[in-house]
């Protein structure tokens, strides 16, 4: 595995949930890591000062992922900070406005949805990958993006359609980022959550526990934030040597084709 002691992450929608538990789980192994997030300044105040008060370096970064004109100030806001940029997790994600009839879906929705679950990966990559493939960087240490996705990139969710639409975007951004930049030394993969407790599914988390527990799932409960966090650490670190373009489906079986 790489040095992690060197390693820095930028990690977006960090304020709480999973972006915050991918936080975490980074510095626990050592990452210096900016945390991102927009409208929140309060709660990444506080997550900042959890991972300090932990022994963490660790800075805010603040700011709208889908406004393409940050992605720079992002960047280099996180470096001056905390030294040279190894890895980047995509995890700032919005759900619809309203959950309902397919054939109602309003532009606004379907827009907001694209903007931060699919556009702002693409770009704020293309900024990364530029400021890396730039830079001199060490042999001794891993490099690479980190899309958090969904099931849904997969899995059709009827009421849902503008936010499948978006993550499916999102999955083939991973594949061609993938394909683009292996030459240049930098891993990408795609994490695809499936039914995680978190503030976004609250509304619906007593159905999904209990279809979890009749058999949706193969584990027959919940994902928790803290879950994928492990996952994204073990990638980040380069603990999966030789391996770029996967999608690593973080969903407890759910997808897995049964009879």
């Not at 806001?77 to 890895?87: C, N, S, V």
């Not at 394909?179 to 994490?191: N, S, T, Y």
């Not at 978190?198 to 619906?204: D, F, G, K, N, S």
Request: proline fraction near 3%; charged fraction near 20%.
């Amino acid at each position: 595995m790489a040095d992690t002691s060197s390693q820095v992450a930028l990690v977006t929608g960090a304020a709480r949930g999973i972006g915050l538990a991918i936080a975490k789980a980074l510095a626990t192994a050592g990452f210096s890591v900016a945390l991102n997030d927009f409208g929140r300044n309060d709660e990444l105040a506080r997550a900042v000062e959890a991972l300090s008060d932990d022994g963490a370096k660790a800075v805010a970064v603040p700011g709208d992922v889908s406004d393409l004109s940050k992605h720079e100030w992002m960047l280099r806001t996180a470096t001056d900070a905390l030294g040279p940029m190894t890895t980047l997790v995509n995890n700032a994600g919005v759900g619809v406005l309203s959950r309902g009839d397919l054939l109602e879906v309003s532009e606004e929705s379907y827009d907001r949805c694209m903007a931060v679950n699919a556009k702002a990966h693409f770009f704020l990559t293309q900024a990364f990958a530029k400021s890396l493939v730039n830079a001199k960087r060490s042999p001794h240490l891993f490099y690479s993006v980190i899309n958090v996705t969904s099931s849904n990139a997969v899995a059709v969710a009827v009421q849902r359609g503008e936010y499948c639409a978006s993550k499916a975007a999102a999955a083939m951004i991973s594949k061609v980022f993938a394909a683009r930049l292996g030459q240049e030394g930098i891993a990408v993969f795609d994490v695809q959550p499936g039914l995680i407790e978190t503030e976004m599914t609250a509304a619906v988390k007593d159905s999904y526990r209990t279809r979890a527990e009749e058999g949706l799932t193969l584990f027959p409960r919940l994902g928790q934030p803290d879950d994928i966090g492990t996952i994204i650490r073990t990638v980040a670190t380069g603990a999966l040597p030789y391996m770029t373009g996967q999608v690593l489906s973080a969903d407890a079986g759910l997808l897995l084709p049964r009879f």
